[in-house]
């Protein structure tokens, strides 16, 4: 088990490594970051532009191999992820930024799937109920809305209400309201706020996804002998469902809810970006836009991590709930 | 999975049929056309794509014409959608995004599966030093979320037409797909009939395209149509934030971004696209699903 662990972890490194390689390489290529400096007024020097490229390792006369030796250097020996094109410094930036979309993934993830998860083993054990029935038609529903589509409906939405009611009752602007200062609950209330509708948007997605997974996965297991068996032997049904067929309906979620993570992480990134939430996933739309290659390069390294991190999570949780995992 | 040549002899010994053994497609359309979810679904898409297709030709404006008294104007007898904020026809505009949408989302989504039955299907039969090297791009693709290596590679395919987008679209999907079919091809190269190929001399890419993928179809098509739905998906949220279909061309994606901004002083530059791009994707989704349901006998239970 734990050799079996260790074994992925090193693993994931490599993948790590390899796909940043891989978007810096194309970012390096793709991307033109002299326009920027040749559409400054007044436009600056010959030799400015050129130093200064120079200095942020973005000059595209130098060779590609070059410049991708000189990232790769920074990055293994100093950790560094080079400058933006602003000369900011990228770990800077990324150190501000990842917690902003961290909240957002953990949370959405955590209310989304247990929800989901929780509705689709309901609706398997309530097949053919009105319960069933009006699960799936709403995950029917919203897996037909792409998550922009939901993000900007839910702003309108809001936009709606407030206007309704004449109260600023939710918030769609950034994550939390600059500069106020109302005590410890004023910011919890302001932070909920902001947070609920990026939030939601996230579940929403995820909650469909998983409640029809969840639910086609019960209903395999429900009609199987051990399931039977369980409740024979006197566990009443709640017990046996729960600890019998769902731990093992479970399963093949997992591994579903690896594949989905990349899905997720585009999701992220558009929800952040329509309701002007200053995390990874906006940076990156941003700095495509701005031809920055050296924060496109930590954003998806950023997203590599997530994904890999999702991953090995879900092989701890494989493990834990398949005994043969462990024993083997 | 199914074997759909196991399924035909099935159904055709239940219905009594002795003398003439139904070929493959027959059993799948009688179980398609039990499946009213199927029907529903491509009456609905049937019914989008006649719209895409003739609703530019009934009305009285063209996709470029701008009608320059009629600026955000609502839905009248003259503009049916009303018009958006440079007095273009928003009933033309949604049909022509429409269309592209349609024709993006079928041609990634058959473009997707044919890499991934290509790709799982040699990694699964040839094994080895073909697999661990196919299998290892499938998890490096994995790793990197297609939203962004499309996002980062667009100022390369700027001007370069939708057709390049499709290709790229089609280029960053396929690797689950791919896993799948390694899996069942792994399972199909054991059986007898492969085997007597091989041993009849067959040559191994002709096994691949003439015995190991044809009964894997009824997966490769419900996958497909899966597909569809996520192509179309991955499209609108690209062209949303300018990274997809660049003007002149417009995609549902495009218009909605147009609309989404002034939604609620003029709401039918939003919601008319809106709600076709969610009735497509529905449409879709609902033929893909009956479909796993039709051809999958271990679903059948489900739905």
């Known amino acids: 088990m734990g050799k079996f662990l260790v074994r992925r972890f090193i693993s994931y490194l490599v993948l790590i490594f390899l796909a940043s390689s891989f978007a810096y390489l194309l970012a390096a290529a793709t ?34 191999a070059q410049r991708y030796g000189t990232w790769v250097r920074d990055l293994v020996l100093h950790g560094d992820f080079g400058q933006t094109i602003d000369d900011q410094s990228v770990n800077e930036a990324v150190a501000r930024k990842a917690g902003v979309t961290l909240r957002l993934i953990i949370v959405g993830t955590g209310l989304g799937c247990s929800v989901g998860v929780a509705i689709g083993a309901y609706s398997a054990v309530k097949q053919y109920r009105g319960f069933d029935k009006a699960a799936t038609a709403a995950a029917f529903f919203v897996l037909a809305v792409p998550t922009v589509v939901i993000a900007v409906s839910m702003r309108e939405a809001a936009r709606w209400f407030n206007d309704v009611t004449g109260v600023r009752f939710f918030e769609y602007g950034g994550e939390y309201t600059a500069g106020l200062d109302a005590g410890f609950w004023g910011t919890l209330a302001d932070r909920l ?20 997974y969840q639910r086609n996965m019960m209903l395999d297991v429900l009609g199987s002998d051990f399931v039977r068996t369980a409740m024979a032997k006197g566990l009443t049904r709640r017990a046996a469902l729960l600890k019998h067929a769902l731990r093992t309906a479970l399963i093949p979620t997992i591994t579903y809810f690896t594949f989905t993570f990349g899905i997720l992480l585009a999701g992220t990134t558009f929800t952040e970006k329509i309701y002007g939430w200053h995390g990874m996933g906006a940076w990156v739309v941003d700095s495509i836009t701005q031809n920055d290659v050296n924060a496109v390069a930590a954003v998806t390294f950023f997203m590599a991590v997530c994904v890999m991190a999702a991953s090995f999570l879900s092989d701890i949780l494989y493990a834990w709930l398949d005994p043969r995992v462990r024993v083997s | 999975m199914s074997m759909p040549a196991e399924r035909v002899a099935d159904t055709a010994e239940a219905e009594g049929e002795e003398v003439r053994v139904p070929g493959r497609w027959s059993g799948v359309l009688y179980e398609v056309l039990r499946t009213p979810r199927v029907l529903f679904g491509a009456a609905l898409l049937l019914a989008l794509v006649i719209a895409a297709w003739v609703g530019p030709l009934l009305s009285p404006w063209d996709f470029a014409e701008t009608d320059i008294i009629a600026r955000r104007e609502p839905p009248s007898a003259e503009h049916w959608f009303g018009t958006d904020s440079i007095g273009r026809d928003t009933f033309t505009q949604t049909m022509v995004g429409l269309q592209k949408s349609i024709i993006i989302g079928l041609l990634a989504a058959i473009l997707t599966t044919a890499i991934a039955a290509v790709v799982g299907a040699f990694a699964g039969y040839f094994l080895g030093a073909t697999d661990r090297v196919l299998m290892w791009i499938t998890d490096l693709a994995l790793v990197l979320p297609n939203f962004l290596i499309l996002a980062i590679l667009y100022p390369a395919l700027r001007g370069k037409g939708w057709l390049v987008f499709v290709i790229l679209l089609a280029a960053l999907a396929w690797m689950v797909t791919a896993k799948m079919v ?43 149509t899966i597909n569809v739905s996520a192509a179309i998906i991955a499209e609108t949220s690209l062209s949303y934030f300018g990274f997809g279909v660049q003007p002149p061309d417009v995609s549902l994606g495009s218009l909605i971004a147009d609309g989404s901004t002034q939604s609620l002083a003029f709401p039918w530059t939003f919601w008319f696209c809106t709600g076709l791009l969610v009735v497509l994707v529905m449409a879709v989704n609902l033929i893909g699903d009956g479909l796993r349901d039709a051809l999958d006998p271990q679903s059948k239970r489900r739905s």
């Open chain 2, 182 to 224: 390694r899996g069942m091809t792994i399972s199909l190269k054991e059986r007898e009939y492969v085997l007597a190929a091989r041993y009849m001399g067959v040559s191994h890419h002709r096994i691949i395209f003439r015995h190991i993928l044809p009964n894997m179809s009824s997966l490769l098509i419900v996958d497909a």
């Open chain 1, 193 to 212: 706020q902001h947070g609920i509708l990026p939030t939601l948007t996230l579940a929403l997605a995820l909650f469909a996804a998983f409640s029809r």
């Open chain 1, 31 to 64: 991307l033109s970051p002299r326009t920027n400096f040749d559409q400054l007024q007044p436009r600056p020097s010959q030799e400015a532009i050129e130093k200064e490229l120079d200095k942020l390792n973005l000059n595209d006369n130098t060779p590609i």
